[in-house]
């Protein structure tokens, strides 16, 4: 069974879910400015989520790290 799942709506399809067992990552974006959820497992068993700011399709590598998460 998975511990992490996502699910995604849109105007043109129906809702889709995905599950993860250790991480999961999701980048929804425009052309210049995106944000990226990303999930993962911790060794003690927690989940811990990261956000972080993108410059979208233009340049998905480029990254600012906004906010973590933590699993009590």
Known sequence: MSKLYCSVDSDSQKTTTKGGHKEMNVHIRGWDIGIEVSASILPNGK???????????????????LDEVYEK
């Open 47 to 65: 989940i811990k989520f990261a956000v972080f700011q993108t410059e979208g399709s233009n340049n998905p590598r480029a990254t600012n790290l």
